[in-house]
């Protein structure tokens, strides 16, 4: 039983709780992307949604294969 917590194994808030491991990787930024977290599954990888925030307009639609049209 963890000497702070009280839990067999510890309360995620613990620290002594181990690290969250990441379900996936953002393939723009490489950091982790946990369960609950929201992500863009593309064709070429996850991408966070803080990295999906960060991204242009044209980012955006490069990023599902459209782009822009000229007149």
């Known amino acids: 039983m963890c000497s702070v917590c009280m839990r067999v194994p ?10 969250p491991v990441p379900i996936y990787r953002c393939g723009k ?3 982790g ?9 593309s064709q070429k ?13 044209g980012e955006l639609l490069e990023l ?3 782009s822009l049209a000229s007149a």
Do not use: T
């Not at 992307?33 to 599954?41: L, P, S």
């Not at 990888?45 to 307009?57: A, F, R, V």
């Open 45 to 57: 990888g996850y991408i966070c949604e803080e990295c999906l925030d960060d991204m242009s307009s």
């Open 64 to 66: 599902v294969g459209e």
């Open 10 to 19: 510890c309360h995620p808030r613990c620290p002594n709780a181990p690290e």
């Open 29 to 31: 930024c490489g950091e």
């Open 33 to 41: 992307i946990f369960e609950g977290d929201k992500y863009y599954d």
